[in-house]
């Protein structure tokens, strides 16, 4: 079904409010109209695909909230290339990566198996809850609980800290992981 809605009918409907909702996560009001003119350049690239045209204030938030995410991704990498940090968080994840499938096997039958297929495999959790017969919203629940497991393990047991947005934070020591000592042993 073709949108019966149009670009400029949607910034007639919801541009003011767009615009105060970026400006709350951003604070800044000239990147919020960047951020504004951005959200409605992906509205007129992928109005085609709105399907429900009832549904056009939810799909464009949503639409924002993505525009929003992209910005702070790309300005939290940006910091890291000029600190430094990203070449030492990539560093230490290759260092924590050979402890990695031995912690994931100690995890508990249920959250191996979707960890394994969603994280390492890379499977969407659609497909993987269809072919463990799950609902999706269980399995994304599984998910969940199966990566704070393994992430509560790799604290514990690697002697590794995360800053406040749970990024690895410093240098991995395999030597100082409990669990690969017990391994190499």
């Known amino acids: 079904m073709a ?16 615009r105060q909702f970026i400006f709350q996560k951003v604070t800044d009001a000239a990147l919020s109209e960047d951020l504004l003119q ?16 009832k549904r056009l204030e939810a799909w464009v938030y949503r639409i924002a909230r993505n525009v929003i995410s992209d910005h702070y991704r790309k300005r939290y990498r940006s910091e890291n290339v000029e600190t430094g940090l990203e070449e ?10 050979g402890c990695l499938d031995q912690l994931v ?10 960890l394994t297929e969603v994280d390492l495999h890379g499977h969407s959790q659609k497909a993987v809850a269809q072919q463990l017969n799950l609902s999706y919203s269980g399995l994304k629940s599984r998910v969940q609980r199966g ?11 690697c002697q590794m800290e995360l800053d406040k947005s749970g990024r690895l ?12 000592k017990d391994e190499s042993a």
Not at 3 to 18: D, F, S
Not at 105 to 114: F, I, K, N
């Open 3 to 18: 949108p019966t809605v149009t670009t400029e009918q949607a910034w007639e409907q919801l541009a003011e409010a767009l």
């Open 38 to 53: 951005e959200v409605f350049l992906r509205i007129h690239q992928q109005l085609p695909t709105l399907r429900h045209p």
């Open 88 to 97: 030492e968080t990539t560093d230490a994840w290759e260092q924590l990566k």
């Open 105 to 114: 096997a100690r995890l508990d039958s249920p959250y191996r198996e979707v």
């Open 147 to 157: 990566r704070k497991a393994l992430r509560d393990m790799m604290v514990g047991c």
């Open 169 to 180: 934070k410093g240098v991995f020591d395999p030597d100082e992981c409990r669990l690969c």
